[in-house]
């Protein structure tokens, strides 16, 4: 949809007026539900642009004003229609485009209309509004035309400067005859074509976010220009031959969409590679649904990955198998962070060799979470609540939970007199119902008391 | 999907208006804010957010939509007419920046209790009202006897020890009372009214005296000792306009008088006016329909007479006598977590004569 503001009184259009119209502009998107991805197109006013048009959020959208004493002003404000303009149909909204200008106009009119022809000191507001798929509609023309004094200059589009030649093409012509890489040089996101393009449609089936994908760089452009068929259909297939889930190629190619850049034989050597290392087709298919980025691992980097983490660790080769499926996303992870984890793990938090093994086989998480948590929760876990390591191994994912969550937990069950973490003494509490299940659960589970007590407890803090 | 709510933008616009959370020790309040800025819009998101997504069976039309007549209940889901309107498309419906949440009155991160926020076009508004009621707030203040920091928390820098052995409950009171009884004149000052006018009468007969002005500086109202196991104890402080930092202070110069030493160990805010510690939310009640519930639920502390106390004209009773019924049984907390009404809080003022 497209605004065209044309101030034909030249010099007499004062700032106030100027703030006038933006609040009725302001007031119709309002009106319109014009929603915040509905993003403006331009703000394209010649020779000292008086009016620029930006949309902030869905319901209250906002206009920044660019004034300027210039003369020559034919403002012009032009939006994107993003997405079928929020919630209203297109005959709706026809309507509600036509009050708006009805409006403008009947302000004027408090002095009179003919007057205001008379002497050209009008704010001349021509909204042509042009939907992507379909024309102007009739009413609206004939509304305006009511009230417009010539209409072909209400519907033209008047632009002098040249270097905007092709906003000038874009906007003369109409949208739906506009082949979908020449509408590209206008749009900021994907929302204008999926329409128009089967591929995105389908895309859309499959389960890809397209709001995701698109902010890869150089993602849209390359699934606007690709057929389905020709394109895509043979990565879906070698996903699916993988043996990906249908229910999740859509979270596979929006977690990584540079899957569809990739040479396709490159993809099945990697896929080789792991089979070669006697990970079976099940575990690679899971491991490629649980850390899709994976995939763009050349096998000489997965190997390594694979051989730094045997090595470290003192694993062997059943085990690297079995971190490798149960956390996948470690493969992609960085050498030196799990280098520089495994440091403080061992230097700070005191687990030996054989300990830091038996944790990276129970959570291999740990060696992935940020260190200060990591280090402030043990803290926490070993100093306060006075657990030893061997305990702590039963149960290592307790090192991931936040302290404040623990604290809250722990400072309850001491006032209950039930934190008693020694699994040979009698009202035991386990590591893992401490720190697992909902509140109702702990409460009703381990305290065996109402949640709203836990909840008074905590506003005692 | 066990929300009371079947379409997302209804429940946007029911988040309009107060409530109040209790925040946690260690949280900055920011953080507060961030993190229920992120619970609310991905409930929100998860509740349908555009047409398609609206369950078949449902009862009754959408409301906001009324122009909309093409759709049936027995339109397919699966014929999409508008593709780019799709959640996969727009992508997520609401983001954190759609939900303006503003607070009156912060606290320092190491602090914790009532906090009162604003959320949506009513909300923005009502916190303006209610930072300018001027209510009195009602502090726990827990101190420790034996050294002094550079910040006057347990966890600044040690900068000296001293004995405590020689103070007592009772000598603690004094000192209480005298530090009580300085605000008193201070009181009357900011107040803008002459103590020995009739007006200054009627003002303190009605209900306390409070400051003419929004920022103003700090006014005790009333400082007690509600606990005192050596070397720990804790003081009740009502007052007007004060920050955290003077509350930890208070600490320090309580025990300078006493002699000895001491550092605020914990700060929590119990009452923020007509705000109560039953009203607030706890971290895991951070959610949309706890906070919708509580927004519903304060609407009644909106009304003119409890909003407009902080002008001097009015002569309404400030806060009405409410039962003894918000205890609290904390783990070291041997006494009860009293809420006091202002009407106790003026009778303490008795206990200045004798200074």
């Known amino acids: 949809m497209v605004i065209v503001i044309r101030n034909l009184m030249q010099t007499q259009c004062c700032f106030l007026k100027r703030v006038k119209l933006l609040l009725e502009v302001q007031m119709m998107c309002r009106a319109l539900h014009v929603h915040r991805k509905c993003l403006p197109l331009s703000g394209s006013a010649p020779m000292g642009t008086s009016l620029q048009g930006h949309i902030a959020t869905k319901y209250t959208p906002s206009m920044r004003l660019h004034s300027s004493r210039s003369p020559d002003s034919s403002c012009r404000l032009s939006f994107r229609q993003a997405n079928g303009l929020g919630h209203i149909e297109p005959q709706c909204w026809r309507v509600q485009v036509k009050d708006f200008s009805i409006r403008c106009y009947s302000r004027g009119s408090r002095r009179g209309l003919e007057r205001k022809r008379r002497e050209a000191d009008v704010l001349d507001v021509a909204v042509a509004a042009e939907q992507v798929e379909g024309n102007l509609g009739e009413t609206e023309g004939s509304a305006l035309a009511e009230y417009a004094d010539d209409s072909d200059d209400r519907l033209s589009i008047d632009l002098t400067t040249t270097s905007q030649d092709s906003s000038v093409d874009l906007h003369s012509r109409p949208a739906a005859d506009l082949s979908v890489p020449e509408l590209s040089r206008r749009a900021m996101n994907l929302v204008p074509f999926v329409n128009r393009s089967e591929t995105l449609q389908k895309l859309v089936q499959l389960g890809v976010d397209l709001s995701v994908v698109q902010q890869v760089e150089g993602m849209s452009t390359l699934l606007v220009r690709s057929d389905f068929e020709r394109d895509i259909m043979p990565y879906i297939r070698f996903l699916a031959d993988v043996g990906v889930p249908a229910d999740r190629l859509g979270h596979v190619l929006t977690v990584n969409p540079h899957i569809l850049t990739e040479d396709r034989a490159e993809l099945e050597q990697k896929i080789g590679y792991l089979v070669h290392k006697k990970f079976s087709l099940q575990e690679v298919a899971r491991m490629v649904c649980r850390a899709p980025v994976m995939l763009l691992m050349s096998p000489q980097q997965m190997d390594q990955k694979l051989g730094f983490l045997q090595q470290t660790f003192g694993l062997s080769g059943p085990e690297v198998r079995l971190v490798a499926v149960k956390y996948p996303k470690i493969l992609p992870y960085k050498k030196d962070k799990i280098a520089l984890t495994r440091f403080q793990v061992k230097g700070f938090l005191g687990f030996s060799d054989v300990e830091m093994k038996e944790i990276l086989l129970k959570e291999p998480r740990i060696f992935m979470t940020e260190n200060r948590q990591l280090v402030s929760t043990f803290d926490y876990l070993h100093n306060t609540m006075l657990i030893p390591h061997r305990l702590l191994l039963t149960f290592p994912g307790a090192l991931t939970h936040s302290p404040s969550a623990l604290r809250t937990r722990h400072l309850f069950l001491l006032a209950r007199h039930r934190a008693q973490y020694d699994p040979c003494l009698e009202n035991y509490v386990s590591l893992k119902a401490l720190v697992s299940g909902t509140d109702d659960a702990f409460c009703a589970d381990v305290v065996k008391c109402g949640v709203q007590e836990f909840y008074d407890f905590i506003k005692t803090l | ?355």
């Not at chain 2, 409530?19 to 619970?39: D, H, T, Y």
């Open chain 2, 1 to 355: 999907m066990g929300s009371r709510f079947s379409w997302a933008p209804t429940a946007y616009k029911m988040l309009d208006g107060i409530f109040c959370i209790f925040k946690p020790p260690g949280l900055p309040v920011f953080r507060a804010v961030e993190s229920i800025q992120r619970n609310l819009a991905s409930d929100l998101n998860a509740l349908p957010c555009y047409e398609y997504e609206i369950p078949l069976t449902r009862s009754q039309p959408i409301a906001e939509n009324e122009t909309e007549t093409s759709l049936s209940i027995e339109a397919e889901p699966v014929s999409l007419q508008n593709w780019s309107e799709h959640r996969l498309v727009l992508g997520p419906r609401f983001e954190t920046s759609d939900f303006r949440i503003r607070f009156v009155d912060g606290m320092s991160s190491s602090a914790s209790g009532i906090l009162v926020l604003g959320i949506g076009r009513h909300g923005q508004r009502f916190i303006d009202l209610i930072a300018q009621a001027k209510y009195l707030r009602v502090y726990h203040l827990k101190g420790r006897f034996g050294w002094a920091t550079d910040n006057f928390t347990a966890k600044g820098r040690v900068l000296e020890r001293t004995s405590y052995k020689h103070v007592t409950r009772s000598k603690l009171e004094k000192v209480c009372a005298a530090v009580q009884a300085a605000y008193s004149k201070q009181m009357h000052v900011l107040s803008g009214v002459d103590p020995d006018s009739q007006e200054a009468y009627e003002m303190a007969s009605s209900g306390i005296i409070r400051p003419a002005k929004r920022h103003t500086s700090p006014l005790l109202y009333g400082v007690r000792c509600i606990d005192f196991q050596l070397p720990d104890f804790t003081l009740e402080v009502h007052s007007i306009n004060e920050q955290g930092p003077l509350l930890n202070r208070l600490i320090h110069d309580i025990a300078v008088k006493l002699k000895t030493l001491a550092v605020c160990s914990g700060v929590r805010r119990l009452r923020y006016g007509h705000f109560t510690l039953d009203r607030a939310l706890v971290r895991q009640q951070w959610h949309l329909e706890q906070i919708v519930d509580n927004i519903e639920s304060n609407e009644d502390l909106l009304t003119p007479d409890k909003l407009l106390v902080g002008a001097r004209a009015e002569k309404v009773k400030l806060l009405p006598p409410r039962g003894k019924g918000v205890l609290l049984p904390g783990p070291g907390d041997a006494q009860p977590d009293s809420c006091d009404t202002a009407d106790e809080n003026v009778s303490n003022f008795g206990q200045n004569s004798d200074r």
